[in-house]
Nanobody, 124 residues
């Protein structure tokens, strides 16, 4: 098992930047594909970005060119750098871990472990 704790959310003006962090417990961090998802009020949970165990990155079209995902295996941490933020990026952002050893997946129902979420609010 792995426990995930997000940090770095907050209130920012449109055009600003935030970096979210997700710290994972345990010694098996490198076994997991890591993802970021977000959920706005009244909306379904939406995939944002994924980084595979080997470091391959995937980013949703809605945030491509603005957001970047990375991981530091020595620190058991995954990051989401968010630039040029827009009001529509306002949501609770969740970190998640997928234990599947073969596939890189982008659907929230396939992820095994979740953090508690961190609120990101972008003002116009």
């Amino acid at each position: 098992q792995v426990q995930l704790v997000e940090s770095g959310g907050g209130l920012v003006q449109a055009g600003g930047s935030l970096r979210l962090s997700c710290a994972a417990s345990g010694r098996t961090f490198t076994r997991y594909t890591m993802g970021w998802f977000r959920q706005a009020p009244g909306k379904e949970r939406e995939w944002v970005a994924t980084i595979s165990r080997s470091g391959g990155t995937y980013v949703a079209e809605s945030v491509k060119g603005r957001f970047a995902i990375s991981r530091d295996n020595a620190k058991n941490t995954v990051y989401l750098q968010m630039n040029s933020l827009k009001p529509e990026d306002t949501a609770v952002y969740y970190c998640a871990a997928d234990s599947d050893p073969l596939r890189v997946r982008f659907v929230y129902t396939t992820y095994d472990y979740w953090g508690q979420g961190t609120q990101v609010t972008v003002s116009s």
